[in-house]
C-alpha cells in the first residue's frame, strides 16, 4: 500500500527516514523544509536523490571544515568568512573563487557536509515539515546522494545501537543479581545511610522503573526475566525498610553492630586487606565492589589519604555518587594538602558536573605542585575544548 505524502505535516506522524524514503521512490524533486523549535533545515531533491542540504540561516561549517583538515588556512577562512558577511554567496563558493580549493575538493565537502546535516535531522522527533514540488534554488551543485542508502545506513546504525543498549543492561542485570544478596539496602539504591526519605523514594521509583520485568517482555532469555524480578523483590524489600522510619532505625542499629563487630575483629578484617582487594576490582572496572572494599578500608583507617583518594576515584565512576566522591577527595586532601593528583581526582568530578570554574582551580592548583603532572594539563586542555 503505497503512502501519500501530504505537502505539509509534523515529523511525529511522518519521521524524516520514511519522508525521504518515500521521495526517493515516487522519484520527487523539490525542496523540504524542516522545523524544529529555534532550527530550520532544507533538503533540495531531484528525481529521487538528493541534491544539498543546508540550514535557513548562512553559515560557515563547510569553512571551518577545510580549516580543520588543513586545506585552507587561517588568514584565508577570516577572509572568506568577512566576504561571506557581504556577499549572498555560499561560504563553498567563495573560497572556489579565491582559489583557495578546487572543484573537485568543493564537490567532496559539500557531500559529507550534506549527509551530516541530514543524518542530524534524522534525530528530530518534533518538528514540522513542507514540501514543494518541482521548486529548487538556482545553480545548486546536483550532488546526487542516494537517500536509501542514508536511509538504510541509518537504520542499521539504530538497530546497532538497540543491540549495544541491550546488552548493557543485561550486563547490568547479571552484574547487580550476583551482588543484591550481599549489598545492604542502601547499597542496592547506591545512597549514603544519611539519604533524606525523599531521596530514597526517588531513587525507589528509578529503580523500579528502570527494572521492572514488564518493560522487557521482548526479551526473550527466561534466566534473564527470573533474574529481573529477583532484583525487583530486592529493591521492594529495601523500600519497605527505608521507607518506614521504625523499621530504618533498626536496619541502622543493626548495620552498626556488624561494622563493629567487624572492626573489633582485627585479625580478621585488616585495613591494608582491604585496600588491596579493593585495588583489584578498581583495576578491573568493578567500582561498585571497590567501593565496599575501599570504605571497610577507610573505616579501619579513616586518616590514611591513599584509602580516601582511591574511594573517591571509584565513587565518581558511579552514577549519582559524585557527592560522596568530592566528600571522600577532600579528606583525603585535609590530610596531604600537597599531594597534586588529589586536586586533579577533585578537578575531575566537579568537570563532569559541569563546575568548570571548581574544575579549573583544583587543576591550577596540581600544577603548582606538580608542574609536570600530565592529567592535570589534560583536564585544562577539556575545559578549554568546552569553551
Sequence with gaps: MEIEIPAKGTLKDYPLPKLLSCFSKDKKTGTLTLHNNNLSKHIYIKDGYAMSASPSEKDDRLGRLFLKEGRITTE??????GLLAMANKRIGDILLELGYITPPELFHALSLQTKKIISGAFLW???????EENLLPRNIIDLKIKIDALVNEWNDKLEKTKTDEKTAFIEKVSELYKKTASLSHYEIFAI????SSSEIKKKYLEMVKYFHPDRYLSILDD??????TAIITAINAAYDVLSDEAKRLDYDSILLRKWQKNTANTSVVNAEEQFKRGFIEFKKGNFWGAVDFFQWATRLNPKKAAYLYYLSLSLKNIPQRHKEAEESILKAIDFEPYNANYYVCLGSIYLQAGINKRAKHQFETAL???PTNEKAKEGLEKLREKK
Excluded: H, N, R, T
Excluded at 522527533?125 to 514540501?131: A, H, K, Q, R, V
Design 192 to 195: 549514603p545511610v544519611k539519604a
Design 368 to 370: 603548582k605542585w606538580d
Design 76 to 81: 584565508q577562512y577570516s577572509k572568506a568568512v
Design 223 to 228: 534466566s534473564i526475566k527470573d533474574k529481573l
Design 125 to 131: 522527533e518534533e518538528g514540522f515539515f513542507s514540501f
